[in-house]
């Protein structure tokens, strides 16, 4: 088939994508009447998706954490009765259609809705949940912009909030107008968790990230012969419990992580006690200490190969050596990474803009 036929038929299927992504991107219709007065209420605007994502998954543990302490919250869906399900959760849903927004009332809008934002009803008070600095200008077009986008020219933006140190110093430099806050994310030591027992011979991953890197990785250790007599683990798709387990039987976990907002698959992996090998992901630069890990340089395949393969060696020398990192990371994650502490950032976040 000549080019001259190809290029007309992938330009179209690249415009079709392109157009479905922004509808997905586009905020369903809120009301908000200035005149009401509100009720001090927080709502968490969220994707009805029911995928597991650790985005997702913030976004109704805040409005747990918010309800618990006395603060009206709730998640915003744009279909009535729906609720994710991939994780147990009793959180407080509303749908868009029920709900007006009033004056006292603060619309917490991720970052997955950034080409929309001009959607959203100006005059509401709104926060915009940044939880992927990097992916901030997804879908909003260079030519025709003003400096500032996306949040230039949307009225009501009062602050950022983030997840990562890594994150928040980008978007300071980015927006040096806008407050910027910084909201941990929870790894839930009730579910990730070092196990009693000694792991396996058993190497964790997550498919989803970097594919074609991960294709090479393991090409490459396959054919030195370091993964003889270890079994790969591909997690992907299981609850939130499931993956817990997945990650409490692997000795060893490879991180594939790319421009994260936090980077949550290695954390829990150190929480479940695994050495995690692997890139950062840059966010991850904010907890992966070469103390109890072995981070490696963004995209450098070689030096991953050969930190897998030294760790693969360790394992076989004494592997008490990797379990005994893998617990003080473990440690390290579970003592910063709390509840707690992520309550008491939004608290002092919300109470900021009262």
Not at 246 to 267: D, T, Y
Request: proline fraction near 7%; charge should be neutral; aromatic fraction near 8%.
């Amino acid at each position: 088939m000549t080019d001259a036929i190809v290029r007309p038929v992938r330009d179209a299927v690249r415009r079709a994508v392109g157009s479905r992504d922004l509808r997905r991107r586009t905020p369903p219709a809120i009301r908000h009447d200035p005149g009401a007065p509100g009720a001090n209420t927080i709502y968490y605007l969220s994707p009805d998706d029911n995928a597991p994502a650790g985005g997702i998954r913030n976004l109704y543990r805040h409005v747990d954490l918010l309800n618990a302490a006395g603060v009206d919250a709730a998640v915003l869906h744009a279909r009535p009765g729906f609720r994710v399900d991939w994780f147990d959760n009793r959180t407080r849903v509303v749908a868009a259609r029920e709900v007006t927004l009033g004056r006292s009332d603060i619309l917490v809008v991720p970052e997955f809705y950034g080409p929309g934002l001009g959607a959203l009803p100006p005059g509401c008070r709104k926060v915009v949940f940044n939880q992927n600095a990097y992916h901030t200008f997804a879908r909003v077009p260079f030519a025709t912009t003003a400096p500032g986008a996306p949040y230039a020219g949307v009225g009501g933006v009062e602050a950022l909030l983030t997840v990562s140190q890594d994150n928040a110093a980008l978007l300071r430099y980015a927006f040096p107008d806008i407050a910027v806050h910084i909201a941990r994310v929870v790894v839930d030591e009730r579910v990730f968790h070092p196990a009693d027992a000694p792991a396996g011979r058993r190497i964790g991953y997550m498919p989803r990230r970097r594919a074609q890197e991960q294709e090479q990785l393991l090409h490459l250790l396959r054919g030195r012969g370091c993964l003889d007599g270890w079994e790969l683990v591909a997690i992907d798709g299981l609850s939130e419990a499931q993956t817990a387990a997945a990650l409490r039987s692997c000795a060893v976990f490879l991180s594939f992580s790319e421009r994260e907002g936090f980077g949550l698959p290695p954390a829990e992996a150190m929480a479940s006690g695994a050495y995690v090998v692997g890139f950062t992901g840059l966010a991850g630069r904010d907890y992966f200490d070469p103390g109890f890990c072995s981070p490696v340089a963004e995209a450098d395949l070689l030096a991953f190969a050969v930190a897998v393969e030294q760790v693969l060696g360790q394992h076989r020398k004494d592997p008490e050596v990797l379990a005994t990192a893998g617990r003080a990371a473990a440690k390290q994650i579970l003592a910063h990474y709390h509840e707690a502490g992520l309550r008491a950032d939004l608290l002092g976040f919300f109470s900021s803009l009262r």
